[in-house]
């Protein structure tokens, strides 16, 4: 007479086990639902800066003036080409060719900038043209998420730099 042995789990050891899992996976949620907030808040902020080191390469390319103007209220960021009969560099006027238009991300729950106009303008040597401090702060505060990035220009050069922290 042969003997089979008794291979194999129990009903009770494989609930026990699916309650593991969804102990452990309950605990991960939160972490990734900030990781995500933080993620998102991150590609807003990399756009921004996208669209500024975009006017600042077209007019090298171009050898033309172009510029990035906020409008914080609205929040949309427009890029556009400045007309040769303009009087003021640093300001966007309704006779500008618009090259891009873009809302900011819902992230941004406020963004501010010391900019008188909120524009900022690029020469074709590369060089910024903007009255005020040429920063721009973009702040989120979330339930899960508090997160600032200042993004700065060097007048001079024209050299845009962001550094940012998150809570």
């Given amino acids: 007479m042969k003997r089979y042995s008794q291979k194999g789990f129990t009903l009770i050891e494989l609930m026990t086990t699916v309650v593991i899992i969804g102990i452990i996976a309950a605990m991960a949620v939160p972490r990734f639902s900030k990781a995500y907030e933080r993620m998102e ?50 300001t966007f006027e309704t006779n500008d060719s618009l090259v891009q238009v873009d809302s900011l991300s819902k992230t941004f729950s406020t963004i501010t900038t010391d900019l008188t106009g ?16 040429g920063n721009i702060v973009c ?8 997160g600032i990035n200042q993004i700065s220009i060097l007048a001079a050069t024209g050299r845009v730099s962001s550094v940012g922290d998150y809570y």
């Fill in 41 to 90: 808040f991150k590609s807003a902020n990399r756009d921004l800066l996208s669209t500024l080191r975009l006017a600042r390469s077209l007019s090298i390319s171009n050898k033309d003036i172009y510029g990035v103007n906020f409008d914080p209220t609205s929040k949309i960021v427009s890029l556009f080409k400045k007309d040769s009969a303009s009087t003021s560099l640093n």
């Fill in 118 to 133: 909120n524009t900022i303008s690029f020469r074709p040597n590369g060089s910024a043209i903007f009255s005020g401090g």
């Fill in 139 to 146: 702040l989120t505060y979330t339930e899960n998420l508090v």
